[in-house]
């Protein structure tokens, strides 16, 4: 029999390239999505659309009693920090308040696994790569809400017997961003043929893995043994600075291309490197990253538009 998977956030960045995976591996797939974000033309057409807000109780339990997963994967959330600061109430309700909507609702019927899309901004600053046996010390309140998220779930494994994964995930760059992170932001700038680019902080380091590569290793992670480690990092391994990034596409584009670094761009609190020490992930599942930083800008460069 198919295995059955509910993707919450299924039809978003990370979660449509996710759910083709999927799909192409003939689960059956329903994905729970809001649409906020996310495309229904991303979808596969092989996955079940439920559009719908999570943090209604109600229909939530609804979808789960007719879909009976085997495994759910959790990814709905507010992920671009300057909207969580923002709304700060709003961030807590959407990625704290409708994970435990959920949970409370597997309780009734819970699934063989649960993964939870977590995040590296969970850690405290360091340099250098950051492994998971570094104590979580969120800086932010995006952070915050996603380390309240891994308790609730390790929770619902504590009550139910529920194998509860946890993927920290690090930046995640490549088609259907629709947040206005650094990537998309330079890249849609250049596409529109301009020599300069307006941006923030120019020197600080991030590990920008391509999504077709972080889909995978959630993939892999559903099929990890038991006894195995329930967190794992979810990055490349490797950092480079915003300035290195305009100099890639200037390099793809063959053409020189001037920075302008305007202060209301600037984060008022930001992290000078956040890299992964992804050696459990890569170990425990074989995963290995088959896209380069490289690859991923120039498909964005060459692409039309997002999708």
């Known amino acids: 029999m198919a295995q059955r ?37 991303w979808l596969h057409p092989d996955a079940e659309l439920h559009e719908l807000d999570l943090r209604d109780a109600d229909a939530v339990s609804a979808v789960l009693r007719s879909a009976r997963p085997d495994v759910v994967v959790h990814l709905a959330a507010m992920h671009f920090i300057p909207a969580v600061d923002g709304a700060p109430e709003l961030a807590w309700d959407v990625n704290v308040n409708a994970t ?14 649960l993964l939870f899309a977590s995040t590296a901004a969970v850690y405290p600053d360091c340099a250098g790569p950051i492994d998971e046996a570094q104590a979580a010390k969120p800086l932010d309140l995006y952070g915050r809400t996603k380390l309240e998220g891994e308790r609730l779930v390790a929770e619902l494994e504590a009550k139910t017997g529920t194998r509860a994964l946890v993927a920290r995930i690090f930046n995640v ?10 990537v998309p932001e330079l890249v849609g700038q250049l596409r529109g043929g301009n020599t300069v680019v307006r941006l923030g902080n120019l020197e600080n380091r991030r590990d ?18 038991d006894g195995s480690p329930a967190t794992f990092n979810v990055g490349a391994g490797r950092s480079t600075s915003v300035a290195e990034l305009v100099r890639m596409c200037g390099e ?7 920075i302008e670094s305007h202060e209301q761009r600037r984060r008022s609190q930001d992290r000078a490197e956040l890299v992964a020490d992804a050696r459990l992930l890569r170990a425990t599942t074989a995963w290995e990253p088959r896209w380069t930083l490289r690859e991923t800008i120039a498909d964005l460069l060459a692409a039309p538009d997002a999708g």
């Open 5 to 41: 998977i509910v993707v919450t956030g299924g039809a978003g960045f990370v979660g449509s390239h996710l759910v083709e995976l999927l799909a192409s591996a003939g689960a059956r797939v329903s994905v729970i999505d809001d649409l906020s974000r996310g495309r229904r033309a």
């Open 100 to 113: 435990r909507v959920l949970v409370d609702a597997l309780a009734a019927r819970p699934p063989e696994r």
């Open 173 to 182: 760059v490549g088609r259907r961003e629709t947040n206005a992170h650094v």
């Open 208 to 225: 920008y893995t391509d999504v077709r590569d972080v889909a995978d290793a959630l993939h892999r992670l559903l099929a990890v043994a």
């Open 252 to 258: 793809i584009l063959g053409r020189r291309v001037e």
